[in-house]
Structures are given as structure tokens and as C-alpha cells.
């Protein structure tokens, strides 16, 4: 084998070359084009942060939550732009409504210029985006200072003095208040303080708290205890809106009764019917809260919502009720204290004919309904502070029977040709009248005692 020649290496050195050619062009070609698109993608960016607004929230502004858009466009950014401003146009009416409490057709027209001055952020909810539609949840944040300039006398509508939050949930039998994992708890911290003028004062509850707001505080009617709760948490008055739950099954349909009272004496403002037919417990919880929030704006703007001023005042010593248990004193029939009842309820409003009846009777101290069944029996919780034969009559006064029975104590209507219940005359009283029967004194006849010696 003879070795390579000079001939030889310029052949091999030219063939490298080729070779690697292609290759350094092809580099080369593919450098340019990124350097051409660098400034093309730059101007997009730019483009695109100056077409698409940001989704940002706003704080301490208006906000009109759950506004629904389902629009299209030419484009997924122009599709998302269109949605912004339909949501702005149907959450002015919505704020106007709220805001005045007239109907949300008797609003101001706003052109899409006027409404984009007064709307300071979009908050995304719930958000599908498509090649040419947009489909989203949006909340509507409006700027206070600048909205008043169009809703006029409206915009310095009174908010409420601070009320502590009770939120109490009854779920199968469960009841919670303010413990970490009580979803009707987590469903309120979802409410915007900007949705209502209603000023709640959701308190980040510690081990304390939790043991001090549960949810039998709620039953109590103690003002001395509520007074130290007004104090701790420096708020005026309470709203306990109540929520019981009642399920099919796991992951069924799901109905709740929502019953919205207020003040320590637990006065009922209003109670709505709730259903959730695919068991979306946080939706319905979400609806509840919504409706709970309404009822409490307009006992607001009626005038019902104002604070017990003896939670606010200092009464003396002796005006201090005790609700204690008296110790000593007479050892007769005890103080029926709470007990359950259990009442056909056909309907809602056999149910509250129930609770208003039971409220008005004398010696009853507290009515809570335990559980709701619709076309069947409920349970109903009752505080009494009077003997149970002073309870019955008292019932039977109303036109309702207490009727004894193995499985609990049935109260139901009285029935038509039922002798109302006579009043129990015990033998003690008996005995008694016929003791001052014995001793009043004939008529005309004067004591002994009065008689002067020898007058008889």
C-alpha cells in the first residue's frame, strides 16, 4: 500500500468541506429567520398586553358577582374583550337594583365609554375560552367614588353597624359553627364585602373562638352572655343565618332549608327552600349565602335590622336577669326544660304555622326545628320554663294537643269535637281553700279574741 500524496489530501480536504457546508448554511439560514422573528414577537407581545385586559380584583369598591356571558368573536382575545363588556353591562343594572332597591329596568343607559370610567377591575370566576366564543362567570368590581356620580342620592346608601357572623349548619344531624371544616363557614368567607352593604365581621376564629361561638350559642338567650360576646368582638348585634341540609344519598339530590334570624333572641326574618338536583353542596351553599345576604339588605332598608340596645348598655346589678337554676325553694313538679316534638309537616308552611303557634304560647323560651321532612315527620327542639300540665294547656289554649307516645311526644292540632283540656286542681290548693273556708269568720259574729271579758 502506498502512501498518500499531496494530490490525495487536497481531495480529502475538499470532500470535508462539502460535507460540512450544507449544515453551516443550513445554521446560518435557520439564525437569520429567528432574528427576523425576534422583532415580529416582540410587537405581538406588545399588541397583545394592549388588547387584553387583566384580570385583577379590586378592593374596597362595588362588586356585582355571578354575572354570566356566553358571547363570540374573531378571535380568543377579541372573544374575551366582548365578554368583558357584556358582564359591564349587565352588572350596572344589577348594582343600580341593590344600590336603590327599585327594579333593575328603571336604571340609567350607560354608553360602554361611561361604564369603562366607573369599572376599576374584572375578577374571573369560572372561565371557558374558545377559538371564536367565551363562555365565563365574571364579578364586576365598580369604583365607588366614580359610580356615585351616577347613582346619584343612591350612592351613600347606609351600610349597618358591625354584626358578628353565627353561621350555623345542621347536617345529618351535625351541627356546626365556626369549626375549621364546616363548609357553610367556608361558604360565607367566599361572600364579597363589597357585595353588601351589610358590614359582617367574619372573625378568623381560634380554639377559643370556636368554643365560645358554637353552634348552641346560638340557642341561648342569656343578654349577659351575649353582652361579653358583643364586647370581645366589638360589634353590635348578631345575624345567625341557619342552614339544614338534607340529603337523598351520597353525591344525590340535596335540598336545605335556610331559615335567616337575627339578634340574640333569635327573631326570624325570613326562610327560603333551597335544591340542588345533581348534590353540588357548594353551589347551593354559594345560592344560600346569596339569598341570606338579601334578606338581611332589606330588613336594612325597613328598619328591622337595628341593634338591641341592651347589648350595648350597662344595666344595673339588680336588672341583671340570672338564668341559672334557683337553688332551693319548692321541690314540686320540675321545670320541663327542653324537650322534642315530633309534627306532621305535609309542607313549609305547616312547619312555620308549627313555629309561630309555639312561639306565642306562655311559657315557651326557645323553638328550633331539629330536622325538616316534606310530606312526612319533623323534630321539632322546645324550651319551656313552665311545668308540662302548665305547658299542655297552655298548647291546648292555641288549638294544639301534646299527646304522650312510646317513640316521643306528638304535637299535632286538636281535633274537631276535642274537649279543650280542663285546668288540674291539685289537692294542695284543695286543702288550702277549704282550710280559709274554715277559718273566715260567720258574718255578724265577731272574733273571741275582740270580745271584752264577760261580753259574750
Not at 360565607?188 to 358590614?199: C, F, K, M, V
Not at 349565602?289 to 336594612?300: E, N, P, T
Not at 299527646?403 to 304535637?411: E, K, S, T
Request: glycine share 10%; aromatic share 4%; proline share 7%.
Amino acid at each position: 500500500m502506498r502512501a498518500p500524496t499531496a494530490h490525495d489530501w487536497k481531495c480529502l480536504i475538499a470532500a470535508a468541506v462539502l460535507v460540512l457546508l450544507p449544515g453551516t448554511a443550513l445554521q446560518a439560514q435557520r439564525g437569520a429567520r429567528a432574528a427576523d422573528a425576534a422583532p415580529k414577537k416582540a410587537a405581538a407581545e406588545a399588541n397583545k398586553s394592549v388588547d387584553e385586559p387583566k384580570a385583577i380584583g379590586g378592593s374596597g369598591g362595588l362588586i356585582v358577582g355571578g354575572v354570566d356571558v356566553d358571547v363570540g368573536g374573531k378571535s380568543p382575545v377579541d372573544a374575551r374583550f366582548n365578554g368583558w363588556r357584556q358582564a359591564q353591562r349587565l352588572a350596572w343594572p344589577a348594582l343600580w337594583a341593590r344600590m336603590s332597591g327599585q327594579p333593575a329596568n328603571t336604571a340609567p343607559g350607560l354608553a360602554d365609554s361611561a361604564l369603562d370610567s366607573i369599572v376599576s377591575a374584572i375578577e374571573v370566576e369560572r372561565e371557558q375560552v374558545g377559538p371564536t366564543r367565551y363562555v365565563a362567570r365574571l364579578a364586576v368590581v365598580f369604583d365607588r367614588a366614580r359610580a356615585a356620580t351616577f347613582l346619584g342620592r343612591y350612592a351613600m346608601l347606609a351600610s349597618s353597624p358591625p354584626m358578628l357572623l353565627l353561621p350555623v349548619l345542621q347536617d345529618a344531624g351535625v351541627r356546626q359553627a365556626h369549626e375549621p371544616e364546616s363548609p357553610w363557614l367556608k361558604a360565607w368567607a367566599r361572600l364579597r364585602a363589597g357585595e353588601s352593604p351589610i358590614d359582617y365581621i367574619r372573625i378568623q376564629a381560634t380554639p377559643g373562638d370556636v368554643i365560645l361561638l358554637n353552634a348552641w350559642q346560638a340557642e341561648r338567650r342569656h343578654v349577659v352572655l351575649w353582652r361579653g360576646l358583643v364586647d370581645r368582638y366589638q360589634v353590635a348585634d348578631v345575624l345567625i343565618p341557619e342552614l339544614i341540609l338534607e340529603r337523598s344519598w351520597l353525591g344525590g339530590p340535596t335540598t336545605g332549608l335556610l331559615i335567616v334570624r337575627f339578634g340574640p333572641s333569635g327573631r326570624e326574618l325570613g326562610r327560603v327552600r333551597l335544591s340542588n338536583p345533581v348534590g353540588d353542596v357548594d353551589g347551593l351553599m354559594d345560592a344560600a349565602v346569596r339569598q341570606a345576604d338579601a334578606i338581611y339588605i332589606a330588613a336594612l332598608r325597613s328598619g328591622n335590622l337595628l341593634p338591641d340596645p341592651s347589648l350595648l348598655e350597662e344595666l344595673p346589678a339588680g336588672e341583671i336577669e340570672d338564668a341559672g337554676p334557683e337553688i332551693g325553694g319548692q321541690f314540686g313538679e320540675a321545670m320541663l326544660g327542653g324537650i322534642r316534638l315530633r309534627v306532621q309537616t305535609p309542607d313549609d308552611a305547616t312547619l312555620q304555622a308549627f313555629e309561630r303557634d309555639l312561639r306565642a304560647t306562655a311559657g315557651v323560651s326557645g323553638v328550633r326545628v331539629a330536622s325538616f321532612a316534606p310530606g312526612g315527620e319533623s323534630l321539632i327542639d322546645l324550651n319551656a320554663t313552665s311545668p308540662l300540665s302548665e305547658l299542655r294547656l297552655a298548647l291546648d289554649a292555641r288549638g294544639l294537643r301534646l299527646v304522650d307516645d312510646p317513640a316521643g311526644r306528638i304535637l299535632r292540632r286538636r281535633l274537631a269535637g276535642e274537649a279543650p283540656l280542663e285546668p288540674v286542681i291539685s289537692e294542695e290548693a284543695l286543702v288550702e281553700d277549704g282550710a280559709d273556708a274554715t277559718a273566715e269568720p260567720t258574718s255578724g259574729a265577731a272574733p273571741k279574741a275582740l270580745l271584752p271579758p264577760g261580753g259574750e
